[in-house]
Structure formats: C-alpha cells, structure tokens
C-alpha cells in the first residue's frame, strides 16, 4: 500500500504516463468536463477544496506552465493569490473563461473537485524532469 503522495490509484496511475509538455486540469464542480477525462473526486458542495487538490497533486507532479481564466483576478482574487503561491516562480498565462473551456480539449484529464467558488479551475504543462 502506498504510504506517500497522492492515494487516490487513478489520478496516481495517469500521472505515471504523462510526458513533457502534457496538459491537465483542476476544476472546480460547475466546470463542464466530458466524461471521459473526468476524475470526481467530489465529496460534496466545498469539499475538497481546489487549493487542497492543487497543493497535493503538485507534490508529485512538475509543472512548467499554468493557465487560468482571467475572471479569476476580479470574481476570486484570494483563490488567485493562492494559486501564485503554490506556484511562484512558475510561468502563467491568462485566457477567457470560454477559451479556458475549449483548452480542455486538449487536456488529458480533469479533476473535478468539489470547489464552489467562481474560477476556480487551473490548466496544468507537465515539465521535463531531466
């Protein structure tokens, strides 16, 4: 059984096959995820967290590169904040909430969370660990 790092076998499990440059996503519980990406990990309204979510899956995985909407800065700006703390000193980018939906095409999976604050929601670059 593992001891360390995330438990959850199916978010483990795909974050074993990705390469450099791969995408994923965290999303809040209104974000609309096809169901074939979708990992719900939803308990109930507000649990968990996305920043909880966000601050375990980024013990096991490098990000090189995030993406957010840009109504984050006006309609959620602590999530903001506490987004750029968990990753400072990595690169963003910022695009319109329905830009960020039609990005999620190309992702390889989406962690619904159970976050019910607006904008909630974050396109993840995997990095080159060598």
Excluded at 16 to 40: M, R, W
Excluded at 70 to 87: F, H, M, R, T, V
Excluded at 88 to 116: A, C, M, P, W
Aim: hydrophobic letters at 35%; one cysteine or more; proline letters at 3%.
């Amino acid at each position: 059984m593992k001891e360390k790092g995330i438990l959850n076998s199916e978010i483990s499990k795909k974050l074993s096959d990705l390469g450099h440059t791969d995408l994923i996503a965290i999303g809040d519980c209104g974000l609309p995820i096809a169901s074939e990406k979708k990992i719900d990990i939803a308990l109930k309204l507000g649990q968990p967290k996305f920043i909880d979510v966000l601050e375990v899956l980024l013990e096991d995985f490098g990000c090189e590169h995030y993406i957010l909407a840009s109504e984050i800065k006006e309609k959620n700006p602590d999530q903001e904040i506490a987004i750029k703390n968990l990753l400072n000193g990595v690169s963003s980018e910022y695009i319109s909430h329905e830009d960020f939906k039609k990005r999620l095409d190309q992702v390889k999976f989406v962690i619904r969370t159970g976050e019910n604050t607006p904008y909630s929601n974050i396109i993840l670059q995997s990095k080159n660990i060598f």
